[in-house]
């Protein structure tokens, strides 16, 4: 319970909700039966770092092209600069997002949302939804959408896009991105202020309760360190340009080989772009890490964030290609 | 006659592009169903919409067009029959009007003898002509940013269409929008109603069933409900007031279907917290109204729009969410406010350097020194205010950039500046000066109170102008992204509304700039003194082509001769002044030389030169002393004298020296009575 000054009219809603609110993992459960149960396959985080569920190569590439494709996953997403060394109780170092696309969108995609978040126990006779214009956009990733933020009571809960553009390529068909900031509703069903006093998992026996913070909070702690104080600066510069080094010559050689009209089919599709995919992906986690590290200038900052640009579209475009021969 | 009614049903629409749309389909619908002789006079059109509808409802629309009788003519009567038998003309003319040869007359104009025919046209049912129209209406509108939904990219639209009505009274118009036939089925309110489909009987009862389905689709009924929802609430806190904010009663009538209103609160202690940052939060991050106590100050409370209508325990429910998501915000804000503290702006002057104000320019430091410098400038030819505390104001205004609290809530720019000046101690003068600098926001703004802050503002916003104009950033056509109308707007707001001995000259001399800026305040001035000030063009032509370096005079000006422009009097000067340049143009043209207008010898010539000579040194006087109501006044007895003259003289004489003389004295006549406006320019009914 949160402290609330005696003085204060502040009040909580008169009876707690009949059973126990979902914790952590049942969150995630429930997430995922909901969606596999209407026709989404359920993914596993994809396993190099990212900022966003969106750049994981089950979003930003298969997105791309014509083919349909409904996909869910849990990914954890880092966000160096967002650490608070596990003392602010409402930022994280690396949050969950619930990641889900739906390609193309079905026509009820918004009533599937909203009984997605029935599912989750979240009564809405009971609660003020609002879906507010937020567009979204990702410069580096060439990618950019319309939508909404989805407003539970006055709390983001969702970010909601359709997606237009992705590797500066028009999609067609267009898919609807579901984001669900996992961390921010398990705060809310459970009723709790810090995000580290949210309920992970409850042991079934006991009934006794792993916090987030038991689970995380050392992990938040020690990459804030290293993120803000001790990450060696030229050796992160190092590992950004060897990265990017590669990436550029497996995308020139990527390039040519799908350019090339007597390459055979095979050839053109055993070409390794999805590991180039994750080259690119390791760039853009180091430049946040150096970022963080404050080792960015402002005048530098375009051409690096223009340099991932090169290597996240130059892939997509590539990808693209490589689908159709 | 019948009612007609159009749903278009989306996918939530951004609350800031509604309104207008809801007007442009009201407009589309109107022209379409005149230009198709549906309706007439008497049609009376209502429009609607929510966030997830656009609707107009036409009543008296004809079921069907009017026939139309139509004369056709062909070719000249001689070339169609030969010695009375038709030829191929004739044949091809009845062919192409659709009638039998036999009903081919002979038409005689003017010209000649031709072939014609007289056709019937059969009006073309409503349901039919709107199944083809109405589609490009809807899909033509415009949208700030819109989206394809659909595979195969067919339309662009601002979001998905979901459902759309179209009925003559209770029959559907077989219509398809964007892939979706109209049907006579609406959708209510998402949660309130869920996903059973209303059902609209006929058209005028369109409004009606929404609201049976938990829908208010009435904007202006649903702004009402808010408002009266606002003070009801309001007063179960006894001597409070909500705090008007008609932009955010626009956005949340835009957000919600059916909206009600509930109060919140939060602890006291956030009180500690400027006003401005409490209700920036409250008002910009959550849509809240922020809430005066009876002293008129800001009280402990919040007012938040809801969509929906819930039991009591859903209130409370909601109420706790709210005021928990305020209160991790407030705590943010506080701890930002806390960390900043520690770092007094005069420490932050050299970070500056990392932020860019502009790629090619350089960073908001360099904006720094450059602000300084047009300052200096100003405070020479500008004197009064206190220039330490202009200075000191100058060197800071820019630091609170590097603030984590301007970093989360970046419209308090120059507001926070001006706080921590103060709550550090750099003295009220300088403070306000900072916390004003960005003032008028808009046009509709006011300027800053202060001497200091308007110089600062001034030296700013003509050093940006100055020095984007001098990387090629001038704004051309629609495009200015550096907002430098809006920049130069504000300059001349602020000479206009200050007391500043400024004019535009003396700024453009201490911004360091050239013609090409010059001529872009003039234009400015212009747009404010017709747009702001509502000053018609021409009396705005009249007073600027007498200069408008004074921008204060140049108003005046304006005023006085807006107050005569309707005078018989005036008129009949205006008319004249407007003759003498005419008449001296073709003297130019013609090469007639000009002379002394003392050797004007006929009667009405000496009268009105007598006449001008008496008046011409009175006006001057009372010109220079700015009372130029009574110098127009003084001007218009001219009429006589002048109506005269030109009644009587012929001024173009063939005789070169009294025509010389006429043209001295008219000339004198134009410059001796010009200083006020160019009476030409006035447009005379």
Known sequence: MPSVSSSSVVSRPAAPPASSPLTFQELLFRLQSFWAERGCILQQPYDVEVGAGTMAPETFLRVLGPRPYRVGYAQPSRRPADGRYGENPNRLFKHTQFQLILKPPPVNVQELYLQSLEAIGIDLRKHDLKFEEDNWEWPAGGAWGVGWQVMLDGLEITQFTYFQQCGGLDLDPICAELTYGLERIAAFIQDVDSLYDVVWARDPETGAAVKYGDVRFEEELQFSVYNFETADVPRLWEHFNSYEAEAKSLLEKANAVLADEKAAAAEKKRFPLLPTYELALKCSNLFNLLDARGAISVTERVGVIARIRNLAVGVAKAYALQQVS | ?685
């Open chain 2, 1 to 685: 006659m019948a009612d007609f009614i159009l749903e278009i049903g989306l996918e939530e629409i951004p609350a800031r592009m509604i309104a207008g749309a809801e007007a442009e389909l009201g407009e589309r619908v109107t022209k379409l169903l005149a230009r198709e002789r549906l309706t007439g006079d008497d049609a009376a059109v209502t429009t609607y919409s929510t966030p997830r509808r656009l609707a107009v409802l036409v009543r008296g629309v004809q079921a069907t067009q009017a026939d139309l009788e139509e004369q056709l003519t062909g070719p000249s009567w001689n070339v169609a029959f030969k010695d009375g038998a038709p030829t191929k003309a004739a044949e091809a003319f009845a062919k192409k009007a659709g009638v039998e040869l036999s009903a081919v007359q002979k038409i005689t104009t003017a010209k000649g003898e031709y072939v014609g025919a007289t056709v019937r046209r059969p009006g073309k049912t409503a349901a039919e002509l709107l199944s083809v129209e109405l589609p490009k209406e809807v899909l033509g509108l415009y949208w700030a940013k819109n989206m394809y939904w659909r595979a195969g990219k067919p339309e662009r639209f601002v979001r998905p269409v979901r459902w759309v009505v179209a009925m003559l009274d209770s029959t559907v118009v077989p219509v398809e929008i964007a892939g979706i036939a109209a049907g006579n089925t609406s959708r209510g309110h998402r949660v309130l109603h869920g996903e059973a489909p209303v059902v609209i009987a006929s058209a005028d009862q369109y409004a009606e069933a929404l609201r049976g389905a938990k829908v208010v689709v009435e904007v202006a009924e649903r702004r009402h409900l808010i408002r009266k929802a606002l003070d009801k609430e309001t007063r179960t806190v006894a001597g409070a007031r909500w705090r008007e904010d008609e932009p955010l009663v626009e956005t949340v009538v835009h957000l919600t279907e059916w909206p009600t209103v509930l109060l919140g609160t939060f602890e006291q202690e956030y009180l500690s917290l400027p006003d401005e940052v409490l209700v920036t939060v409250m008002r910009d991050h959550q849509k809240f109204f922020a809430v005066n106590g009876p002293d008129g100050k800001l009280a402990p409370h919040f007012l938040t729009v809801l969509n929906t209508e819930v039991d009591e325990e859903g209130r409370q429910i909601i109420r706790y969410g709210n005021e928990k998501v305020l209160r991790s915000r407030f705590k943010d804000a506080r701890f930002f406010w806390d960390v900043d503290q520690k770092t007094p702006l005069a420490e932050r002057v050299e970070s500056l350097k990392a932020v860019t104000f502009q790629k090619e320019l350089g960073s908001y430091h360099w904006k720094t020194e450059q602000n300084l410098r047009v300052v200096e400038a100003l405070s020479a030819v500008c004197p009064g205010g206190d220039p330490a505390a202009l200075r000191k104001a100058t060197e800071l205004a820019k630091t609170d950039l590097t603030t984590e609290l301007v970093k989360e809530f970046t419209e308090l720019q120059g507001i926070i500046g001006g706080l921590y000046a103060r709550a550090q101690g750099l003295g009220e003068t300088a403070a306000r000066a900072i916390y004003d600098q960005y003032t008028p926001a808009s046009i509709e703004d006011v300027i800053p109170q202060t001497i200091e802050g308007q110089l600062l503002g001034i030296a700013d916003r003509i050093q940006t102008i100055t020095a984007m104009f001098g990387i090629g950033m001038a704004p051309t056509g629609s495009k200015d992204p550096f907002a430098l109308r809006r920049a130069a707007n504000a300059v001349v707001k602020i000479l206009a509304e200050s007391e500043l001995p400024l004019t535009l000259s003396e700024v453009v001399r201490a911004g360091g700039s050239g013609e090409d800026v010059a001529a872009f305040l003039r234009e400015r001035l212009a747009f404010y003194l017709k747009d702001v000030r509502g000053f018609a063009y021409d009396v705005v032509n009249a007073v600027l082509a007498a200069g408008g370096d004074d921008v204060r005079d140049a108003i005046a000006r304006a005023e006085a001769l807006t107050a005569v422009r309707g005078s018989e009097d005036f008129a009949a000067i205006s008319i004249a002044f407007k003759r003498i340049k005419n008449i001296l143009r073709q003297a130019e043209e013609k090469g007639f030389a000009v002379g002394s207008a003392e050797g004007v010898t006929a009667a009405e010539a000496r009268q009105l030169a007598d006449a001008s000579a008496f008046l011409a040194p009175k006006v001057d006087v009372l010109r220079k002393q700015r009372a130029y109501g009574p110098a127009l006044a003084e001007i218009a007895t001219l009429r006589p004298v002048v109506d005269g003259f030109f009644d009587k003289v012929m001024v173009l004489d063939p005789d070169a020296v009294v025509r010389g003389a006429h043209l001295g004295l008219i000339e004198g006549v134009l410059k001796g009575f010009s200083g006020i406006a160019d009476f030409s320019e006035i447009v005379t009914g």
